[in-house]
């Protein structure tokens, strides 16, 4: 059975930074895609930036120049840097893997940004 692991999440001050990570245990094999959503209270899940194997990535207009993905192949890990982090950030950041068709969440892991 596949788990998406997720660690680093926390309190920060407004301007602070944190960096997510996202292990994927158990049998999966060929990755296409690993990327992050994220849910703020009383609002929709909405992607945050995701990288496909190529080294492609996508990022939301919101978290464009602060926030940077990044991935370990080897490992079936995925990184969120995110700098200059605002009010605005905070929610629960959930890591996604899609791999043979099939799509795997991690449980979140929740960002507080204080002002």
């Known amino acids: 059975q596949v788990q998406l692991v997720e660690s680093g999440g926390g309190l920060v001050q407004a301007g602070g930074s944190l960096r997510l990570s996202c292990t994927a245990s158990g049998s999966i094999f060929n990755i296409n895609t690993m990327g992050w959503f994220r849910q703020a209270p009383g609002k929709q899940r909405e992607l945050v930036a995701v990288?496909?194997?190529?080294?492609?990535?996508y990022a939301a207009d919101a978290t464009k120049g602060r926030f940077t993905i990044s991935r370990d192949n080897v490992k079936n890990t995925v990184f969120l840097q995110a700098n200059s982090l605002k009010p605005e950030d905070t929610a629960v950041y959930y890591c996604?893997?899609?791999?043979?068709?099939?799509?795997?969440w991690g449980q979140g892991t929740q960002v507080t940004v204080s002002s």
């Open positions: 990288m496909t194997t190529g080294g492609n990535t």
């Open positions: 996604h893997f899609a791999a043979l068709g099939k799509t795997y």
